[in-house]
């Protein structure tokens, strides 16, 4: 096992380098830079050429490629543009915003598509199962603004019932439990959207990977055995149909940090995916280099994570 964790960081090595070589060839690409994103009338050539130069805009790309890696390796993933301040400074005040909704969405939604998907399964073709169905299909299909805009409109504006937008109340002051209790005020609405959506394709994975289990010979000898059917159904085929699941949640790891640019900027959570968003309109390209290649090491170690778990969860399965 420490052998085949050791090479797979290993592996990462030559796979971060093509990556770095992509991104930045794709932003190079991008026509514009932070200059002339600003569209500032009273900018004069004379005043351009003197700012590209500071921002090192001057320099051909091959030659920016090598001084922002050069700095990568030292941590240093440069000054965004837009905010005037260290790149990991900016991530640092927002990426927490974005994981707090990003969080407890993720753990709603996979206790309830457990929960749904395991009676879905058991009961199939009932009714619950076809209601169920339903209303999957139904937050799968719809997109992600109008929902929030819908429940906006009768939670928010016409009953009252939570804030229309932002992390706190402006002017709130109290005790730390009166801040945690605003927050998630304001945050209900973003985490019951986020959930709706990501419930969806997580309940009909779980059915389709419990009906796969529960038709195997072991849960059929379970049955003849005279088990009870609760320990049949939860402790001996819930846990063989949880295993293909081991591979989404490597893939949640960069989710809970990327931000939902569009979620975000509809409830003025001022998470990192709106500044992401900004950052590309106002070629930030410190800022865009900066986070993409973090989200892009998270993708990689969830995945390392994803496929150790996968062998210790299932000892027939060797890591070679």
């Not at 939670?155 to 109340?169: E, Y």
Request: proline share 4%; with cysteine.
């Amino acid at each position: 096992m420490k052998q085949y964790i050791i090479r797979r960081l290993l592996q990462m090595i030559p796979t971060m380098i093509g990556i770095t070589i992509l991104v930045f060839a794709i932003t190079a690409l991008v026509p514009g830079d932070y200059i002339t994103s600003q569209q500032n009338p009273n900018m004069t050539a004379e005043k351009a050429q003197q700012l590209e130069k500071i921002y090192g805009l001057d320099k051909d790309p091959v030659q920016r490629y090598f001084i922002w890696v050069g700095n990568m390796l030292t941590a240093n993933m440069g000054d965004s543009l837009q905010h005037k301040r260290p790149v990991t400074d900016v991530i640092g005040d927002y990426v927490w915003n974005s994981f707090l909704i990003a969080f407890f969405s993720m753990m709603f939604s996979w206790i309830i598509a457990i929960v749904a998907g395991v009676f879905s399964a058991k009961f199939q073709y009932s009714l619950f199962d076809k209601l169920m169905t339903l209303f999957v299909f139904l937050c799968m299909s719809l997109p992600s603004f109008f929902i929030g805009l819908i429940l906006i409109k009768f939670m928010a504006v016409d009953w009252a019932l939570f804030p229309v937008g932002g992390m706190t109340t402006a002017g709130q002051a109290g005790s730390t439990w009166d801040y945690i209790v605003d927050v998630a005020d304001h945050m209900f609405l973003p985490v019951l959207v986020l959930t709706m959506l990501s419930t969806g394709s997580l309940t009909r994975y779980f059915r389709t990977s419990m009906l796969e289990v529960i038709r195997q010979d072991y849960i059929r000898t379970a049955r003849a055995k005279g088990l009870k059917e609760r320990t049949v159904i939860f402790k001996h085929a819930l846990r063989n149909a949880m295993l293909p699941a081991i591979t989404l949640m490597g893939f949640e790891l960069p989710a809970l940090f990327s931000g939902a640019i569009i979620l975000e900027k509809i409830f003025v959570w001022p998470g990192v995916g709106q500044v992401y968003l900004e950052s590309i309109t106002m070629r930030d390209y410190p800022f865009m280099l900066g986070f993409t290649i973090f989200l892009a090491a998270l993708t990689l170690i969830g995945t390392l994570i994803s496929d150790v778990l996968y062998g210790v969860a299932d000892p027939r399965i060797r890591l070679k």
